[in-house]
């Protein structure tokens, strides 16, 4: 009897979306957008739909159990428990959609602004899409060498960036839980993977004081690491976090 019920084309199409519904919500991370979840819920139903009506034989085993529950009148008391529950169910999920939310109004900033044409570091003028890293070169140049910058952006990463960004560069440092906004996971493709070393560097340099007033509120703990940390040490630390992350910088356009 059990499996029958389990081989039944009408089984096996309801625990197919059921399946599919609970891994799009619960195990794909990042959690998806609600516009494409729908959309691979209805490309599926449709795939469904059209097997089921593939065949004439398929078409009469899915419907078969469906008719014997709608006039078969020894199952006249489960016929009621399902036409209840149908609506009722509806009506809860209805219900829980047009709750209240707890969560903070949504604020508005750009997290990734347009940077300025240049800046000012220690009295030096600095063209933010003119400058390069001066020890990039040496990744294919002087490997050695690169590797003592990376060692170096390492230390200085450790000694300053950890607390708040991690010691796997995720964001997840000891101090990350006591800010709002999270810090930057570095991990993640959409932080420095998107941007240029130079940006990174006048993120560093000037953070959250420096930012433009397109990404107003400034609701950022990033401190402005300039007079704390030499140009050497940011370009170093930027080397760092690429080669950490293994992701490479962007260029600039």
Known sequence: MIKKI???????NVLIVLVVVLFLQYAVKP???QSVFSFYIIALVVGLILFVTSTTKNMQEFWAPIKTLLTNERLFILRWLVMLSIPAVIAVFAGFSLL????????????????????????KTINLRAAVNPYREYETADPEKFA???ELGRK???????????????????FATALDPKPANFQDVGTIAQLQETYVF??????G??????????QTAMPAWEGIL???DIWDVTLFLYKATNHPPRTWE
Request: proline fraction near 13%; hydrophobic fraction near 35%.
């Open 202 to 207: 006048w993120r560093v340099a000037k953070g």
């Open 156 to 174: 200085v990463y450790y000694e300053n960036c950890h607390y708040c960004h991690g010691d796997f560069l995720d964001g997840k440092g000891p």
């Open 209 to 218: 004081p420096g930012l433009p007033n397109e990404s107003m509120p400034w």
């Open 31 to 33: 959690e998806i957008p």
């Open 230 to 232: 030499s140009e050497n």
């Open 6 to 12: 389990i081989t039944h084309i009408l089984f096996i």
């Open 100 to 123: 209240p939310s707890n969560q903070a109004p949504l604020v508005l900033r750009v997290i990734h602004p347009a940077p300025p044409g240049e800046i000012n570091f220690g009295g």
């Open 148 to 150: 003592e910058h990376v």
